[in-house]
């Protein structure tokens, strides 16, 4: 969670795509974020909406969620710890970054009273690590567009780029982190990968950073265009 928090401090990528989602959110009443992960999107967008649902599996993402809405004094977000597909209820806006399968679009759609906001990566394979030992993820902008258009789905789509890197405190730091989102590679392999990315910053704090311009797609559909579905 520590890594996601500084990178997402450092690069200012949560306040950004916060400004962008909110360019798509006409309704501030309600939102639910499923598989909300470390919750950073949540703080920035709460102080627009009257109340926030953070839901996930994982009982240290919510816990992480909780202090961090409390030591931040945001008193809107609650959380519940479960599996996001067994969720029922209601809110006007429902997010799901990063996060859903092939299913998506029927577990969640109904959740959303006026529209289902999905973000998902640009392409099936993470940035970080050397070439053949980047992770694979399991969709990306193609596939849910495909998934979408089979079933008839009316959507908007934006395409956006947004720097989201790394910054780090040292140099083991750095490969502890190449080696937690890369598949696993000799040492070797890891130093050569790091001589070619890693960038001397200058700065105290976290003299090292890994860079990375996350590319991904955000679909916004909505209910009113979608009644037949």
Known sequence: MRWFSEASEYTGYNKKLAAFLLEHIPCRGSLCDVGCGAGLIDYELAPHF?????????????????????????KNISTRCMDADKLDGQWDTVLALFYGGTDFFAKYYPLAKDRLILATHGARKANFGPDGRKIVKCFD?????QKLDELGVKYGLWVLEMEYGQPLTSLPEAEAFVKAYSMPMEQAELDEYLQAKLVSTGDEKFPYYLPNLKKFGVFVIRKDENGAV
């Open 50 to 74: 009257e109340s926030i649902t953070c839901v996930d599996v994982s009982r240290d993402a919510v816990a992480s969620v909780e202090q961090g809405a409390k030591r931040r004094g945001i």
């Open 141 to 145: 902008v193609a596939g849910v567009k």
